[in-house]
C-alpha cells in the first residue's frame, strides 16, 4: 500500500486510497490479472494484447485510453457500465471531453501518475455526488514509453445524489 503522506498534493487530495496494484474491488481485481497474463514476462503489455472480448462481463466495467498527442487522451474502448461512469461522449471520446468531469481530472492525475512510475494502480474516491474504486495500468508498443491506459471503473452514487 502507497502511503497517502508521500503521494502528490493533487493524488491525496482526490483519492481516499491509492495502493500499488492490489484493487479492492473483485472485478478490478480480475482486469489486474488479465493484465498480468497479457504482460507476461514484459514490463508492460501492447495495446494489440488486449482483447476485451475475452474478459466476457467483466469488460463492462473497463475502459482502454491512447494516447493522444501531448495532453489528451482518446476512448479506444469502454464497456457499458464504464461508459456511463465517465460520461463519454458517442462523438470524439477524449478524456477532456467526457462529461463526469470529477472522474476525469482523477483520471488524468493517475495517468500522469501511471507514466511517471510505469506500474499499475489502483485508487478509492469518495465525493457527494459519487464514489468508486479506480484501476489504472500501463500499456506500451516498445516497453520504453506508455501509449495507452488499460483500466477499470466501479462506480457507486450515494444514496439522494442524482
Keep these: 500500500m502507497t502511503a497517502l503522506a508521500l503521494l502528490p498534493g493533487p493524488l491525496k487530495r482526490l483519492f481516499s486510497r491509492i495502493d500499488a496494484a492490489?484493487?479492492?474491488e473483485h472485478s478490478l481485481?480480475?482486469?489486474?490479472?488479465y493484465w498480468r497474463i497479457k504482460a507476461g514476462d514484459r514490463l508492460w503489455p501492447r495495446l494489440s494484447d488486449i482483447d476485451l472480448a475475452e474478459v466476457g462481463p467483466l469488460a463492462s466495467h473497463l475502459f482502454v485510453?491512447?494516447?493522444r498527442g501531448e495532453t489528451d487522451w482518446r476512448l479506444r474502448f469502454a464497456g457499458d457500465a464504464a461508459r456511463t461512469d465517465l460520461?463519454?461522449?458517442?462523438?470524439?471520446?477524449?478524456?477532456?471531453?467526457l462529461a463526469q468531469h470529477r472522474v476525469a481530472a482523477r483520471l488524468r492525475r493517475l495517468f500522469e501518475w501511471v507514466e511517471e512510475t510505469g506500474e499499475p494502480v489502483s485508487a478509492s474516491f469518495v465525493s457527494l455526488h459519487q464514489a468508486g474504486e479506480?484501476?489504472?495500468a500501463p500499456l506500451s508498443a516498445d516497453g520504453d514509453k506508455v501509449e495507452a491506459i488499460f483500466g477499470g471503473l466501479v462506480s457507486r452514487h450515494p444514496r439522494g445524489a442524482g
Design 29 to 33: 481485481e480480475l482486469a489486474l490479472d
Design 65 to 67: 485510453f491512447e494516447r
Design 134 to 136: 479506480i484501476l489504472v
Design 87 to 97: 460520461g463519454a461522449p458517442a462523438d470524439e471520446p477524449t478524456l477532456s471531453a
Design 22 to 24: 492490489a484493487p479492492r
